[in-house]
T-cell receptor, first 112, second 111 residues
């Protein structure tokens, strides 16, 4: 069964203090690993898609990387506006071709 | 361009009452999804559709029904609401290999 876990559950950083969020996954035939950002009271907003081990994507202070079992979302010199919940999701081929399965998320707070 | 629109935004039901949540998308997407989001549980897939006239069960389908009579609309029904269905419900759509596009959710409370 496809599964996604995320750690830590919550992370509190000082402004400028870089860190990483982890997403561990088990999926039969990865067809895409997705990172989303969710602000309170809003729907998730797409950030990145990664397809194969070794792939990296960057956007402003965020960088997503992928291995065969994990993905990391690296946040460099974060600002208070980066505070949000970050969600990881996967789509596989065999048991969940059309489904997108989400992890529980990491709640990030960046303190000025 | 509205994207994915969910109605209503908020609703309070009494146990046993029924209601329908509406999701409408204007992007001509084939795939549509209903998720529920609960604290500590993340987004869990209720039902989904791979095209007009089709529906399929997700991870937590019990107590819910869906219909996709028109390509742009995906309805989620609760026939007899229970307190365990108190949650925030999100609709999403996608096309091909594109990522999911989400609405802003419906917050449902069942008392």
């Amino acid at each position: 069964e496809d599964q996604v876990t995320q750690s830590p559950e919550a992370l509190r950083l000082q402004e400028g203090e870089s860190s990483s969020l982890n997403c561990s996954y088990t999926v039969s035939g990865l067809r895409g690993l997705f990172w989303y950002r969710q602000d309170p009271g809003k729907g998730p907003e797409f950030l990145f898609t990664l397809y194969s081990a070794g792939e990296e994507k960057e956007k402003e202070r965020l960088k997503a990387t992928l291995t065969k079992k994990e993905s990391f979302l690296h946040i460099t010199a974060p600002k208070p506006e980066d505070s949000a919940t970050y969600l990881c999701a996967v789509r596989g081929t065999k048991t969940s071709y059309d489904k997108v399965i989400f992890g529980p998320g990491t709640s990030l707070s960046v303190i000025p | 361009n509205a994207g994915v629109t969910q109605t209503p935004k908020f609703r309070v039901l009494k146990t046993g009452q029924s209601m329908t949540l509406l999701c409408a998308q204007d992007m001509n997407h084939e795939y549509m999804y209903w998720y529920r989001q609960d604290p500590g549980m993340g987004l869990r897939l209720i039902h989904y559709s791979v095209g007009e006239g089709t529906t399929a069960k997700g991870e937590v389908p019990d107590g819910y029904n869906v219909s996709r009579l028109k390509k742009q609309n995906f309805l989620l029904g609760l026939e007899s609401a229970a307190p365990s269905q108190t949650s925030v419900y999100f609709c999403a759509s996608r096309e091909g290999t594109s990522p999911l596009h989400f609405g802003n959710g419906t917050r449902l409370t069942v008392t």
